[in-house]
């Protein structure tokens, strides 16, 4: 299979791409949460980079757009007014987030010029619950170190012990969308595009559980039901060498992932577009599972990181033909 990936403004890389002509998008678009005070995370994407994704869609191709729990509303608000119909939400469930919490009694005592005792020490920066990460630290994730554990130094901190100011992010939500059909049912949208449906026998965990809205490692302890449902555990972020070597794009999503993702709505043969590529998640993806593979990405650094890995996914794929393209995409 092939790819085309290209570095520049995905608004107007997108309108060399012709009408109806992609099967697929998995992409994990900008949160608009200022992620590590990066710009291009200021804002999600504009109804109108969606209007154009709904262009080149097939009648009937689905999205899977990704966001994260705090701005999940306003990203499906902004695809919905583009004209997408909204399907389902698919969450991801990981272990390995960081709080990024202002620990209350620190504040207190920093507010009133109190110096507090160190009491002990915690590896990684958990110090018990008290709080070490606060709102505003760089990006952690992986850091290894012992940071101090202190006690509350004026009684309205004594107070306020144990209190912060946000969860453990544990989740991402990725959008289930599909693009009007043109046909009167399913069934002919999908005999003239081949487009329109899920691949529920490709997604399944075993040859009972039907594909859920809640992603699992598909190991037994996980589809070994108790009661009258089952227990499902969380799949894994990406490792060091899903990532590659030199990979630093703060948000790579695994391998495995993306995979399942990409097989659940593109029909074989099919092209996976994603707007927002980063370093190359979706596209490694779609070349591993047999697919097509249309990719944009702004930033040049993350841009020839995601070069490098696809062209390493296309030669262990035996792909003959690999690269970027400038203009007319399809």
């Not at 960081?98 to 209350?104: H, N």
């Not at 004026?154 to 969308?177: D, I």
């Not at 026998?201 to 589809?223: C, Q, R």
């Amino acid at each position: 299979m092939t790819f085309k990936i290209c570095n520049g403004d995905n608004l107007e890389l997108i309108k060399e791409v012709a009408d109806d002509s992609i099967d697929s998008i998995v992409t994990d678009p900008p949160y608009g949460i200022s992620f590590m005070g990066k710009k291009w995370d200021y804002q999600i994407p504009k109804v109108e980079l969606w209007e154009e994704c709904l262009r080149v869609l097939k009648p009937g191709g689905h999205c899977l757009i990704a966001c994260g729990t705090r701005t999940q509303h306003r990203m499906v608000v902004n695809i919905e007014d583009a004209g997408f119909q909204i399907r389902d939400v698919i969450i991801w469930v990981y272990g390995t987030g960081f709080p990024k919490s202002l620990d209350i009694s620190k504040a207190i005592d920093k507010a009133a010029g109190a110096e507090r005792e160190v009491v002990g020490k915690s590896e990684n920066g958990i110090a018990g619950g008290s709080g070490e990460f606060t709102s505003g630290n760089k990006n952690t994730a992986g850091f290894k170190g012992k940071f101090d554990i202190t006690a509350p130094a004026t009684e309205a901190a004594k107070k306020w012990n144990g209190w912060g100011t946000a969860l453990k992010p544990a989740s991402e939500f990725f959008t289930l969308v599909r693009k009007p059909i043109s046909k009167k049912n399913i069934a002919e949208n999908v005999l003239e595009w081949g487009t329109g449906g899920i691949n529920v026998e490709k997604t399944k965990f075993d040859s009972d559980k039907w594909p859920t809205n809640l992603i699992h490692d598909g190991s037994e302890e996980a589809i070994t039901p108790i009661f009258e449902g089952s227990r499902f555990f969380y799949c894994a972020k990406a490792s060091t060498d899903d990532r590659g070597k030199g990979n630093n794009h703060p948000t790579v999503k695994p391998n495995s992932l993306m995979r399942y993702l990409c097989r659940m709505i593109t029909p074989p043969g099919g092209t996976v577009f994603d707007p927002f590529m980063g370093s190359g998640s979706t596209g490694k993806a779609a070349i591993n599972e047999g697919f097509e593979f249309l990719g944009f990405e702004l930033e040049k650094n993350f841009f020839n990181i995601a070069l490098e890995r696809l062209e390493r996914a296309s030669n262990e794929n035996e792909t003959t033909e690999s690269g970027y393209s400038q203009k007319k995409f399809f």
